[in-house]
């Protein structure tokens, strides 16, 4: 079992920012595709952002384009979720997860291993 470690998340006014990031141990973790998700209270989880083992592809849910951008370390076995501009809808816990086959999947099914979550909460 992977244990992914999740960092970053916090309280912030609307309009601030935060950065989340996530260690995928060891050099295996440099292969694996990444993702955030995200669940709000009483909603289901949603797929926020991902990025492929090699950082060539990423994809965003569109009420997070523009404001979030996902990427990786130097090291590839971290992966980082800055956030912009945040919304009080932005308000959940956030799960960072990996994906063996390395690539960036959108649905919750494309990830094997998943982190304890990290909460985000963004006051009005």
């Known amino acids: 079992q992977v244990q992914l470690v999740e960092s970053g998340g916090g309280l912030v006014q609307a309009g601030g920012s935060l950065r989340l990031s996530c260690a995928a141990p060891?050099?295996?973790?440099?292969?694996?595709?990444m993702g955030w998700f995200r669940q709000a209270p009483g909603k289901e989880r949603e797929f926020v952002a991902a990025i492929s083992w090699n950082g060539g592809s990423t994809y965003y849910r569109d009420s997070v384009k523009g404001r979030f951008t996902i990427s990786r370390g130097n090291a590839k076995n971290t992966v980082y979720l800055q956030m912009i501009s945040l919304k009080p809808e932005d308000t959940a816990v956030y799960y960072c997860?990996?994906?063996?086959?390395?690539?960036?999947?959108?649905?919750?099914?494309?990830?094997?291993?998943w982190g304890q979550g990290t909460q985000v909460t963004v006051s009005s």
């Open positions: 060891g050099r295996t973790g440099s292969s694996y595709g």
């Open positions: 997860a990996a994906s063996r086959i390395g690539i960036a999947a959108n649905t919750a099914p494309g990830y094997d291993y």
